[in-house]
């Protein structure tokens, strides 16, 4: 049995025969689209290393069946910077060092978007700590990864105000 | 302390600036590459099928079902494993477990593989080790402390600790006036790094290629080659990077062997990746203990003893007894000191190393039972702590190689605002009505190094590359290392090509013990020193160098150019001097050890002193960290942006410890019933706010030639006794079990 679906990734529209229904939108993404990027940290929805954004929500794609998501839009961590110039969310990840191992970072910078996007969070350290607390770190870079997703916000926000003027 | 280095080092600018990440891009971008993002041509994917029992045999695997499956290519029981070359029980290697790769159909633990699936895809395998649906012969497991009578452990090497006493433990009990006799149990924790052990394997002939993540590279080939019968030489490893380690990933587990033995059979490339709930098992743990301290004090509430003994789980088939009651060697200054471990046997995977191996576990009990003792004196617990400061080693009398532990309790407190602290528990509430305390802690960490070479090569433009096979496993060492090597060249960091994460390199060592940056980095700076002396040779001999004939005067390197120490209007640069030689590039070579007459000498520590609030809900017992202060002295700090992450990351451990983690057993089947992030709980980021580092400068000219003393794990220590104790003044409780949990409190 084949099912096809068509996927926009990263802006790109891809038609993809599936040969097996089972297959969740991460391990396509990881082992038949050769994009590693997003990371499995438990497979279950309980980490967060997953996240990636479908159509403007962020989203774990180990949850998700990718059979499910025809003419879905898909983005993921190898589609946030444009060209060299990285995405705000990443740049404050780096100045803030939001990381340590950089395992979960994919899916912290992909949650840290969809959040910002959510707009629920403003810059406020509360509400980060609470929006980001689906994303679990061990290395445990939770001081920087919240002062990044409020500089990134911060940042977005100035960006914006400067777009409309 | 001495406060002018005995034997002046040359320091650049890099060294102690708070450079950002070099690896940062690539890891934000989502393209550095994890062992399990490889994906060779031709891969067959990897899944095994973890026990369900603890104790016992298989008696059935329904093989003709998975084999049946559609996809599934090879299933591997003990009935047809092929053979290795190596013997599982054998430890090859420094650091080595008994691994469990289908030898035969016991079971000795829950979690432990039992077979082996291989599918064209990972889909296909994974439903082709579900359809095996073992069944088993169970017999009783012991999985609690008291299922298994507790013998003493033979001491012999590594996870057999041996236990120490100094002076007359029985005089020491007899002279105090006041004394307490107290048990702290601590949980089996598992370390559960975010990147699951992984491994992608691929033959050629006899020579082995993986992609595995690894804290000892060279180490781990020389245990890989065991296995297969091969020469070490003949192993290659690719780990550019770890997603974490905590000490689970030095060497090879069974599960990874059993996926290189599934790609010799096959001849095809294969990738394993355990899930989270097999990080449960075959991998690692810290090991419960139960240990008892009995403490005394004088009139004066100076310590006239310390006794404290531990009991540790390790497995029924392998030894690796947590060390913990030697965490109460080499800190405070009693009469006498007696550490004593006993283990009991368990039906449970090995035990072994994490972060912290030891001292976590140790100073968790120890920093509570100072706390204690300070209440049974009527007197402040950093008061208590200053009374029983050591000015040398206990025991031995060493110096230390440098101790500035009472600036860390000073600047700390000051930092935190301990001198407000009421000395009664329960004196304190928020303006929510919530009830808050302070506690305390004392962190000690060794600071050991193990050996590394390093290669430095100088290019004509002026530019180096530096080779070494060091691990970054999210310490920093592409940053730190590469400030390292590029101030002992003297080229500014940019200028510094800097390669490791590869078998191929020069043997990097350990990423283990605190010491891989001291260790690694010291030997790139040898190999730069070695570089710079040879430029200078070059040079001095050079009639058309500026330095010419400048003999036995020493060189200076700075931004490229080499200069006569002292006379700055004399120098050339490095591609000058390479270009008049007729040089294409210079290499030099360093390596790293400790000097054995300074380990003899002194004792050799990191210190630091870490305080905690906390607040609890009245009536729920619900507890929340709400603010911590953590001062540590760590010697040299390289990069004070990754050293203040890590050692944020070791107090967050430290919440984690004291609050959060704990694996817990069935009884009836031995099995581990919250074996995923759902019911083993690790802080997320809404458990922490309000922390803050701060760093004490040593100048420790002993520990090594660079002064560093590493920060990877000394953060959980000290953190996980001032919580506990911050609980108890706020509520007048002490839970000596951890983690601390609600029902605890509210059964108080
Ligand atoms: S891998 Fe999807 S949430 Fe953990
Ligand atoms: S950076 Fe290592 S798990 Fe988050």
Same mark, same amino acid.
């Given at each position: 049995?084949?099912?096809?679906?068509?996927?926009?990734?990263?802006?790109?529209?891809?038609?993809?025969?599936?040969?097996?229904?089972?297959?969740?939108?991460?391990?396509?993404?990881?082992?038949? &689209?050769?994009?590693?990027?997003?990371?499995?940290?438990?497979?279950?929805?309980?980490?967060?290393?997953?996240?990636?954004?479908?159509?403007?929500?962020?989203?774990?794609?180990?949850?998700? &069946?990718?059979?499910?998501?025809?003419?879905?839009?898909?983005?993921?961590?190898?589609?946030?910077?444009?060209?060299?110039? &990285?995405?705000?969310?990443?740049?404050?990840?780096?100045?803030?060092?939001?990381?340590?191992?950089g395992y979960c970072t994919p899916g912290q910078i992909m949650s840290a978007v969809g959040l910002i996007a959510e707009g629920r969070a403003g810059d406020d350290p509360e509400r980060i700590r609470e929006g980001m607390s689906g994303n679990i770190c061990r290395c445990a870079a939770y001081h920087g990864i919240t002062l990044a997703v409020q500089e990134a916000t911060r940042r977005m926000a100035e960006a914006e105000k400067g777009d409309a003027a | 302390m001495p406060d002018t280095l005995a034997h002046p080092v040359r320091f650049g600018s890099n060294a102690g600036q708070p450079v950002t990440r070099r690896d940062g891009i690539a890891k934000v971008t989502g393209t550095a590459t994890f062992t399990a993002d490889n994906s060779p041509e031709n891969l067959l994917h990897a899944?095994?099928?973890?026990?369900?029992?603890? @104790?016992?045999? $298989?008696?059935?695997?329904?093989?003709?079902?998975?084999?049946a499956h559609p996809g599934v290519t090879m299933v591997m029981t003990p009935g047809n494993r092929p053979a290795l070359q190596g013997d599982p029980s054998a430890k090859p290697t420094m650091f080595s477990f008994r691994i469990e790769v289908l030898q035969? =159909?016991?079971?000795?633990?829950?979690?432990?593989?039992?077979?082996? $699936?291989?599918?064209?895809?990972?889909?296909?395998?994974?439903?082709?080790?579900?359809?095996?649906?073992?069944? /088993?012969?169970?017999?009783?497991? *012991?999985? @609690?402390?008291?299922?298994?009578?507790?013998?003493?452990?033979?001491?012999?090497?590594?996870?057999?600790?041996?236990?120490?006493?100094?002076? =007359?433990?029985?005089?020491?009990?007899?002279?105090?006036?006041?004394?307490?006799?107290?048990?702290?149990?601590?949980?089996?924790?598992?370390?559960?790094?975010?990147?699951?052990?992984?491994?992608?394997?691929?033959?050629?002939?006899?020579?082995?290629?993986?992609? $595995?993540?690894?804290q000892a590279l060279l180490m781990s080939c020389a245990g890989y080659a065991y296995f297969f019968g091969i020469p070490a030489e003949n192993v290659?490893?690719?780990?550019?990077?770890?997603?974490?380690?905590?000490?689970?990933? %030095? !060497?090879?587990?069974?599960? +990874? $062997?059993?996926? !290189?033995?599934?790609?010799?059979?096959? #001849?095809?490339?294969?990738?394993?990746?355990?899930?989270?709930? +097999?990080?449960?098992?075959?991998?690692?743990?810290?090991?419960?203990?139960? +240990?008892?301290?009995?403490?005394?004090?004088?009139?004066?509430a100076a310590l006239t003893v310390i006794d404290h003994e531990g009991l540790a789980a390790t497995s029924s088939f392998d030894d690796f007894v947590e060390p913990a009651a030697n965490a109460s060697q080499g800190l405070y200054a009693a009469g006498a000191l007696r550490s004593a471990h006993r283990a009991v046997r368990l039906d449970v995977g090995t035990p072994g190393p994490m972060r912290a191996p030891g001292e976590a576990s140790g100073s968790a009990a120890l920093e509570c039972a100072m706390d204690e003792m300070a209440e049974a004196a009527g007197i402040d617990p950093l008061e208590f702590r200053l009374r029983n400061y050591a000015e040398t080693e206990p025991g031995t009398g060493k110096p230390y190689s440098s101790k500035a532990l009472r600036e860390c309790y000073m600047q700390g407190a000051e930092r935190f605002g301990w001198s407000g602290r009421p000395l009664l528990p329960r004196q304190m509430k928020d303006e929510n009505g919530l009830l808050t305390g302070w506690g305390m802690g004392t962190a000690l960490f060794p600071c050991p190094m193990f050996a590394a070479d390093a290669r430095a090569t100088l290019r004509s433009d002026g530019s180096a590359l530096v080779e070494t096979s060091a691990i970054d496993m999210g310490q920093g060492a592409w940053t730190a290392l590469a400030q390292i090597a590029a101030d002992s060249l003297g080229l500014p960091l940019d200028m510094v090509e800097f390669r490791a994460g590869h078998s191929s390199l020069p043997d990097g060592g350990v990423a283990g013990g605190s010491g891989h940056t001291a260790t690694a980095g #010291?030997?790139?700076?040898? %190999?730069?020193?070695?570089? !710079? *002396? +040879?430029?200078?040779?070059?040079?001095? %001999?050079?009639?058309?160098?500026?330095?010419?004939?400048? #003999?036995?005067?020493?060189?200076?390197?700075?931004?490229?150019?080499? /200069?006569?120490?002292?006379?700055?209007?004399?120098?050339?640069?490095?591609?000058?001097?390479?270009?008049?030689?007729?040089?294409?590039?210079?290499?030099?070579? #360093?390596?790293?050890? @400790?000097?054995?007459?300074?380990?003899?000498?002194?004792?050799?520590?990191s210190h630091g002193a870490v305080f905690a609030e906390v607040k609890v809900d009245p009536d729920l017992c619900q507890v929340r960290v709400t603010r911590m202060v953590g001062a540590f002295a760590a010697g040299r700090i390289i990069n004070p942006k990754l050293a203040e992450s890590q050692l944020l990351g070791g107090m967050i451990w430290g919440i984690s410890f004291a609050l959060h983690e704990e694996a817990k057993h069935d009884p009836r089947t031995g099995r581990i019933v919250n074996a995923d992030f759902a019911g083993y709980h690790v802080p997320v980021n809404a458990d922490v706010t309000g922390l803050e580092v701060l760093t004490v400068h040593e100048d420790d000219p002993y520990v090594n030639a660079l002064g560093i003393k590493g920060v990877g794990e000394i953060g959980i220590v000290g953190s996980v006794g001032a919580i506990a104790n911050a609980i108890w003044h706020a509520t007048g409780h002490r839970i000596r079990r951890f983690p601390i949990r609600i029902e605890d409190l509210l059964t108080a």
């Open positions: 049995m084949s099912l096809s679906i068509r996927l926009t990734i990263n802006g790109a529209p891809r038609d993809i025969a599936l040969e097996d229904a089972r297959v969740t939108l991460l391990d396509l993404l990881r082992e038949r &689209l050769a994009l590693p990027g997003t990371k499995k940290g438990c497979d279950r929805g309980q980490c967060g290393a997953c996240t990636v954004i479908v159509n403007g929500k962020r989203v774990n794609s180990c949850l998700t &069946l990718a059979a499910t998501l025809d003419g879905a839009q898909v983005t993921t961590i190898e589609g946030l910077a444009t060209g060299d110039r &990285l995405h705000p969310v990443q740049e404050a990840f780096i100045e803030q060092d939001g990381f340590q191992c | 899944v095994y099928v973890p026990a369900t029992i603890a @104790r016992g045999r $298989v008696t059935h695997l329904d093989v003709a079902a998975a084999e035969d =159909d016991s079971v000795r633990y829950a979690g432990q593989p039992i077979a082996l $699936v291989l599918g064209e895809t990972l889909e296909a395998a994974t439903e082709g080790a579900r359809l095996l649906n073992p069944r /088993y012969a169970a017999e009783p497991a *012991r999985t @609690r402390i008291d299922d298994d009578e507790a013998a003493p452990v033979e001491p012999g090497g590594f996870g057999r600790p041996a236990g120490v006493e100094h002076g =007359d433990v029985a005089a020491g009990h007899a002279a105090a006036t006041k004394a307490i006799d107290v048990t702290y149990e601590t949980s089996a924790q598992y370390h559960n790094a975010m990147e699951t052990h992984a491994v992608v394997a691929q033959w050629e002939g006899d020579k082995l290629s993986l992609d $595995v993540p690894s290659t490893i690719r780990a550019p990077y770890l997603g974490g380690g905590f000490g689970s990933k %030095a !060497i090879p587990t069974g599960p +990874q $062997v059993l996926a !290189i033995l599934a790609a010799k059979e096959t #001849g095809r490339p294969v990738k394993l990746m355990l899930t989270r709930q +097999q990080m449960f098992g075959p991998v690692g743990h810290r090991g419960a203990t139960r +240990q008892r301290l009995r403490l005394g004090i004088d009139d004066g #010291g030997a790139l700076h040898a %190999a730069g020193g070695d570089v !710079i *002396r +040879q430029l200078g040779e070059i040079a001095a %001999a050079d009639p058309e160098s500026p330095l010419h004939g400048a #003999g036995n005067a020493a060189f200076s390197a700075r931004d490229g150019r080499l /200069y006569v120490d002292g006379d700055d209007s004399r120098s050339d640069s490095f591609a000058d001097i390479l270009a008049r030689a007729g040089s294409a590039e210079l290499v030099g070579n #360093g390596s790293a050890s @400790r000097a054995p007459e300074d380990a003899e000498k002194f004792s050799m520590h």
